[in-house]
């Protein structure tokens, strides 16, 4: 079974995303700040992680930077969860290194293609 | 003999002087316009050259700046080919002239790039020639781009462009980032130049080799670089040679002359790769042929009128001779004293044979004037006597001091002395022969009737006839007369009356002497009856003070004014200067007297006066110095006016005034604080409906979510009413995001928080696009679509904003409408384009019309329920056409017939410098 870090701070989001997951098949990871998303990343190894952009203790850039940084998790694919909706985000947020990113509030029907667009997995 | 030679030399002399200048002034002129028509063309050529050039330089330098801006992207630093491909992707829908990107490893092989199938390939299977660039690009620093030569790739030709990507510390080149950029960009931007002239030329870019690498209309020009047109070796040479710009003549192998422009384009890169020129050549032929064109029908037109004139130089000679042969004829005839025909005389040349028949006419007109002579004589002594006497009489009438005229029998004016022209204001010249009641029409002086003249007495009676003293002379000029006169008849020898003489002379002056004593006696009554009862009425304090006597009047006001009784003042100036207040007296005294004394005739002042009562009142005093012949000062008259109460409210007034300046000061003050308030509410305003409505999504992301897993059962079927509940919910949920999404975007454009992002697209693109994304849900409701659309119009604007116009002018279509057409037109309006999407829906008022595009004016209708909607669409819709894209929208109905929508904007907009920065 595959493994996914959801790093969110809202435990309403956190239940949706992760129901979806689930329902899916995925073992769900739950990290409600960004240090203890990166503590848990160490000792679990996901397969991908879910991450939120706007988190109570430092931002989804500052934690997308710490798992670049490292050589043992730079290669996991990171999905950014985010309500940023302004023109020329989507390509700061990809240029920053950013796998994919979906756009609060998710769209139940379509989350999970647009989950497997980003790992360029075939839906 | 003679008569032919004549109409020769006028026919040479024609010739000589309109067709041969008229020839060579032709030849000459149109040798000149086509030379200069030459020069023209080829300083055009070399102009457009230089256009061409620098538009390429643009072209070029534009990639660029674009590839050292995304060499620094974090991505590109990382490993993950599927991020970097997606960025890469990302970034390639921004610029349609780079064909690919690659981000290639130092050993060569493509880690990304636009294509995913290539990842992990080989750079150089792909492009063997790029090897050396590559490798000075590892060499290289950040920033550094290398621009390779014209190269031909396996599916076209264009330029390879490599910069290195750095490590974090931007210092040791980690990968490089390369971009194809095809010559299909160059051709298009020749095309969009439009470099023709004549019809003719096009602009060609060339490499050092003579390859033409692109060319304007060359509609597969990035096909092969090896198989191009090579170009003239004499032209290649000479372009070559410079590095600037110029222009040159030359002959190629066919024999043609040609003339070419040219301009050099700059090395780009840090290698310097680009040795391109840019050259556009014409065919001399092609520009001599229009004025060939011309030069012949202006021969043919010469030609023409050169015959012209010769056939009439034949006609008008043969006229001339005719004309003299006659003439010298009828001459001869007259020196025989036949005077039987009149002569009609021509010019003409040949005089020879007049002067013969001359000589004979001369002889015989000699004796007649002998004979003419004498009898003119004997007139002269005749006339002599009759002058002589006439001016006897002149001198008599002239010197009398008195006007007299004369008539005849009949009363009309033989004679008028010089006082008699004067007072008539007729001369002699214009009067002699007129009868005289029109030269001298008089009136009765006071009555104004007109008198019988006394001339029609004279003549019938004989008598002698005065006139009464009341009579008015009228002169031509309309002066008037006073004129007393007489008139007597004049008779001849036989006692018969054959005129009259008239003498009369201008008493006026005696007249109006006495006349003017009488008016100014009853006018000085007048006045003295005028000035008492004045002095009466007059409020005013009236003196009137005596220098002779030193005596003082004063009018019945200064009891009325001041208090003081008239029978207590004492009777000098005193009576004044007693009264002044003591701090105004000296100078008051000192300024009168200074008036009197000094010539003067005027005086005012304005001083304190005392009433009985001991108070003082403000006084205005003006007065007049009368003078007696000598200029000596004899009395003064003048009047005082109590002004105190003026004063007062003249203080007041001021008072006023002033308060009220300080008001509107202090009111002004508020307002601008007010205003300064205002916009910084408004500014928060703007702030806080983004940002709460971005809040707004995090809550919405639950209820839309969980709401739409809930209506599909995943965890156990729900009964039917749950169901509907909860679909309902989730079409709340919708409705509320639709809402906050379309308010923060009329926030951030009434708050300034919004880039215009300006790109080139052609409008049949955009239209197909939206026309597409509808479809489905139009077919679903049994509506067809159809577009009028002229294709190829290129826009230079916000390509996202229009999108977002014309899609919600597409889904009010859709809701208004059961069914019918709904149509996007599309018309160009230079330098604007107008889109319109019409419907055959429901329609609307006129009511509903006006308040169509104001924030939730969703208009009533019986469709209104089914239709959803924020109601804040069309006001969206008009901030983005008037706010950002700089032009209008607007709507036009007819109740259920349906409705057009449109909108106008500029093809180009302007770029504005008003840009916030991304609001996040």
């Known amino acids: 079974m595959k493994k996914v870090l959801i790093i969110e701070d809202n435990p309403d989001n956190m239940l949706l995303i992760s129901d979806i997951l689930e329902l899916n098949g995925y073992a769900i990871i739950r990290a409600e700040t960004g240090l203890g998303g990166l503590e848990v990343l160490l000792a679990t190894r996901p397969d991908f992680i879910i991450l939120d952009i706007q988190l109570p203790d430092i931002s989804g850039f500052e934690v997308l930077g710490r798992i670049r940084a490292n050589d043992s998790t730079k290669q996991i694919p990171v999905i950014a969860m985010t309500s940023y909706a302004m023109l020329g985000d989507k390509e700061r947020l990809l240029s920053a290194g950013l796998d994919g990113y979906l756009e609060k509030p998710i769209d139940t029907d379509r989350v999970m293609d647009q989950i497997r667009e980003a790992l360029g997995v075939a839906p | ?920």
């Open chain 2, 1 to 920: 003999m003679k008569k032919i030679s004549l109409k020769l030399r006028i026919i040479l002399f024609v010739f000589l002087v309109s067709t041969i200048p008229l020839g060579l002034f032709l030849l000459i002129s149109i040798d000149q316009s086509s030379k200069a028509m030459v020069d023209i063309i080829a300083k055009r050529l070399q102009g457009e050259s230089r256009l061409v050039a620098r538009s390429i330089e643009g072209f070029i330098t534009q990639r660029v700046l674009e590839l050292q801006v995304i060499s620094q992207a974090d991505v590109l630093e990382q490993e993950s080919a599927n991020r970097i491909g997606r960025y890469l992707k990302e970034i390639r829908k921004e610029d349609k002239w780079i064909t690919a990107f690659y981000v290639v490893s130092l050993s060569g092989r493509v880690i990304a790039s636009t294509d995913e199938n290539l990842h992990g390939g080989s750079f150089f299977d792909l492009y063997p020639t790029a090897k050396e660039l590559f490798n000075k690009s590892k060499e290289a620093e950040q920033d550094d781009v290398f621009i390779s030569e014209a190269t031909e790739f396996v599916d076209g030709a264009g330029l390879l462009m490599m910069t290195p990507i750095t490590d974090d510390d931007n210092i040791d080149v980690i990968k490089v980032l390369v971009a194809r950029v095809d010559f299909v960009g160059i051709v298009e931007l020749l095309n969009l130049l439009d470099t023709q002239i004549l019809g003719k030329n096009k602009a060609s870019v060339i490499d050092a080799n003579g390859a033409v690498i692109a060319s304007a209309g060359d509609v597969y020009g990035a096909a092969r670089v090896s198989q191009r047109v090579s170009v003239n070796p004499k032209v290649l040479e000479h372009v070559f040679s410079e590095s600037g710009f110029g222009y040159l003549f030359y002959t190629n192998d066919l024999g043609d002359e040609l003339v070419t422009g040219y301009a050099a384009l700059s090395g780009f890169g840090v290698n310097k790769a680009i040795s391109w020129r840019v050259i556009e050549s014409l065919r001399l032929e092609d520009v001599t042929l229009s004025v060939n064109r011309v030069r012949n029908t202006t021969i043919f037109v010469g030609l023409v009128l050169s015959l012209f004139s010769i056939s009439i130089a034949y006609v008008f000679s043969r006229n001339i001779s005719r004309s003299l042969r006659e003439a010298s004829s009828h001459a001869e005839q007259i020196g025989r004293g036949d005077f039987s025909r009149s002569l009609s005389f021509s010019l003409g040349g040949e005089l020879g044979m007049l002067a013969t028949a001359f000589n004979t006419m001369a002889a015989r007109l000699n004796n007649t004037q002998e004979m003419l002579r004498e009898k003119n004589d004997e007139l002269v002594l005749t006339a002599e006597n009759l002058r002589d006497r006439e001016q006897n009489l002149e001198v008599t009438l002239n010197s009398i001091g008195d006007a007299v005229v004369t008539t005849d029998a009949h009363g009309l004016i033989t004679r008028m002395n010089p006082v008699a022209e004067q007072l008539t204001g007729w001369s002699l010249h214009e009067a002699k022969g007129r009868p005289v009641k029109a030269v001298m029409p008089i009136v009765n002086a006071s009555t104004r009737e007109v008198i019988a003249n006394p001339v029609e007495k004279v003549l019938a009676t004989g008598e002698v006839v005065f006139l009464s003293n009341h009579t008015t002379l009228i002169s031509k000029n309309g002066n008037e007369y006073q004129i007393a006169d007489s008139a007597a008849p004049i008779r001849n020898g036989n006692d018969t009356i054959q005129g009259m003489v008239l003498v009369f002379n201008d008493v006026t002056e005696s007249y109006r002497l006495r006349h003017e004593k009488d008016l100014a006696l009853a006018s000085i009554r007048l006045s003295e009856e005028r000035f008492l009862l004045v002095a009466k009425a007059t409020n005013d304090v009236i003196w009137d003070w005596d220098f002779v006597s030193n005596t003082v009047w004063w009018n019945d006001s200064m009891q009325n004014v001041f208090g003081h009784a008239l029978d207590e003042l004492e009777p000098g100036a005193e009576s004044w200067t007693n009264r002044i207040h003591a701090e105004d007296s000296q100078r008051v005294i000192a300024g009168i007297h200074r008036v009197i004394d000094g010539g003067g005739y005027h005086w005012s002042d304005e001083y304190r006066f005392r009433r009985v009562d001991g108070s003082y009142a403000q006084i205005l005093d003006r007065g007049y110095v009368i003078r007696n012949a000598k200029g000596e000062p004899t009395r003064m008259i003048g009047a005082m006016m109590d002004v105190s109460e003026r004063k007062k409210n003249e203080k007041e007034l001021e008072n006023h005034r002033r308060h009220l300046q300080e008001l509107v000061e202090e009111k002004t003050h508020e307002l601008i604080r007010a205003n300064e308030r205002l916009q910084e509410m408004d500014r928060l305003k703007s702030l806080f409906i983004a940002s709460i409505s971005h809040e707004l999504r995090t809550p919405l992301n639950s209820i839309i979510g969980f709401s739409s897993i809930m209506k599909r059962g995943v965890y156990g079927e729900l009964n039917q009413k749950y169901k509907d509940y909860i679909s309902r919910v989730n079409r709340s949920g919708q409705h509320l995001l639709s809402l906050v999404t379309d308010i923060i975007d009329i926030s951030k454009i009434e708050s300034g928080h919004v880039e215009v992002e300006l790109s080139d697209f052609f409008i049949d693109e955009l239209i197909f696009n939206a026309v597409e994304d509808i479809r489905r849900q139009a077919e679903e409701k049994g509506l067809s679509l159809s577009t009028d659309v002229p294709r190829g119009i290129l826009l230079h604007t916000d390509r996202t904003r229009l999108l977002e116009c014309l899609l919600n002018f597409l889904s009010n279509a859709l809701k208004y409408s059961e069914e019918g057409v709904i149509c996007v037109t599309v018309e160009d309006k230079d330098p604007d384009l107008l889109l319109t999407v019409s419907d055959t829906g429901v329609g609307m008022s006129e009511q509903d019309l006006t308040r169509l595009f104001e924030a939730f004016e969703r208009f009533e209708s019986h469709l209104r329920v089914k239709a959803g909607g924020t109601g804040l669409g069309l006001y969206l819709t008009k901030k983005i056409a008037t706010e950002l894209l700089q032009g209008e929208v607007g709507a036009r109905s007819v109740l259920g017939e349906g409705s057009a929508f449109w909108i106008r904007i500029p093809k180009t907009l302007a770029a504005t410098s008003e840009t916030g920065g991304v609001f996040a």
